[in-house]
């Protein structure tokens, strides 16, 4: 049983950066598969970046080389750097815990997070 609170979220201008943090209760976090979603008004949830429990990451296509993932295993943490903001990366950003790592589909995550907005103006 994991339970996940994400933070950092706020409100920024394009080129900005944020780092997202998600905080895990849990001793067996290490063993997990981490991941961030995202969901935009009136658009569906989409993944964005996943890390597995020895640190091998998946991106989304649209947030290479701006987003990186990583985690640390001894505090229960995992965190989401973005460096050039776009206007389209606003979204309430989810964390999510799975048991298996490389999945893009949010029904193969068993655990998530309440959500932090990140809202980025042009």
């Known amino acids: 049983q994991v339970q996940l609170v994400e933070s950092g979220g706020g409100l920024v201008q394009a080129g900005d950066s944020l780092r997202l943090s998600c905080a895990a209760s849990g001793r067996t976090f290490s063993s997990y598969a981490m991941a961030w979603f995202r969901q935009a008004p009136g658009k569906e949830r989409e993944f964005v970046t996943t890390i597995s429990s020895s640190g091998m990451t998946i991106y989304k296509d649209s947030v290479k080389g701006r987003f990186t993932i990583s985690r640390d295993n001894a505090k229960n943490t995992v965190y989401l750097q973005m460096n050039s903001l776009k206007p389209e990366d606003t979204a309430v950003y989810y964390c999510?815990?799975?048991?298996?790592?490389?999945?893009?589909?949010?029904?193969?995550?068993?655990?998530w997070g309440q959500g932090t907005q990140v809202t980025v103006s042009s």
């Open positions: 999510a815990a799975g048991m298996f790592f490389g999945y893009y589909r949010e029904n193969e995550y068993t655990h």
